[in-house]
């Protein structure tokens, strides 16, 4: 079974800051793997989408990188702004898991000015 | 655009009733799906369509009915409401869907269920 982990569950930086966010999964045959920020009180906005055949995908100053060998994928975020707090999910689709997405509880960050 | 709209955005319930969420996205996607958000729990996937007629079930269906008549709407029906379904759900769709939603989702909003 498919377990997506993030770690640290939350962080606090200074604006300005690069910082990368982690993401973990157990099982490496996987389709594609999905970025995610949530407000609080809103749904997910999708970031960022990379399929197994790519190595990362880039959308202004965000950055995510996936390796499917090692079970990692990273969100690596450049001059970082208050605007950026948000909870910063992952979500990875497993070859073995049919249907679903297995999220990750998600990366609290928090900006600070 | 109003991309996937979720109504009510709070409700809250007495334990054995009955209710239902609406959910409508007007992207023409032929995937939609609800989830619910818990503390320590993540996002679970709760039922999901493929299309219209469509209708499967994901992680944690018991409790709770789906049907998918038109290509927009998907309601989420509580048959018999419990403490244990006041939760966060969340509709989504997307323009592809399994096996390999090469498309990324559209959440909405959320709806906030609390079953006393």
């Known amino acids: 079974k498919q377990e997506v982990t993030q770690i640290p569950a939350a962080l606090s930086v200074p604006e300005g800051e690069n910082l990368v966010l982690n993401c973990s999964f157990t099982?490496?045959?996987?389709?594609?793997l999905q970025w995610f920020r949530q407000d609080p009180g809103k749904g997910l906005t999708s970031l960022l989408l990379?399929?197994?055949?790519?190595r990362e995908q880039t959308s202004g100053r965000l950055n995510a990188s996936l390796d499917k060998s090692s079970g990692r994928s990273t969100l690596y975020i450049a001059a970082s702004q208050p605007g950026d707090s948000a909870t910063y999910l992952c979500?990875?689709?497993?070859?073995?898991?049919?249907?679903?997405?297995?999220f990750g509880e998600g990366t609290q960050l928090t900006v600070n000015p | 655009n109003a991309g996937v709209t979720q109504t009510p955005k709070f409700q809250v319930l007495k334990t054995g009733q009955s209710m239902t969420l609406q959910c409508a996205q007007d992207?023409?996607?032929?995937?939609m799906s609800w989830y619910r958000q818990d503390p320590g729990m993540g996002l679970r996937l709760i039922h999901y369509?493929?299309?219209?007629?469509?209708?499967d079930q994901g992680e944690v269906p018991n409790g709770y009915n789906v049907s998918r008549s038109t290509t927009e709407d998907f309601p989420l029906r509580l048959l018999s409401a419990a403490p244990s379904q006041t939760s966060v759900y969340f509709c989504?769709?997307?323009?592809?869907?399994?096996?390999?939603?090469?498309?990324?989702?559209?959440f909405g909003n959320g709806t906030r269920l609390t079953v006393t």
């Open positions: 992207m023409n996607h032929e995937y």
């Open positions: 979500a990875a689709l497993g070859e073995t898991s049919g249907s679903r997405l297995t």
């Open positions: 989504a769709s997307s323009y592809t869907g399994p096996p390999l939603f090469r498309s990324p989702l559209h």
């Open positions: 990379i399929q197994s055949s790519q």
């Open positions: 099982d490496s045959a996987i389709y594609n």
């Open positions: 369509s493929v299309g219209a007629g469509i209708t």
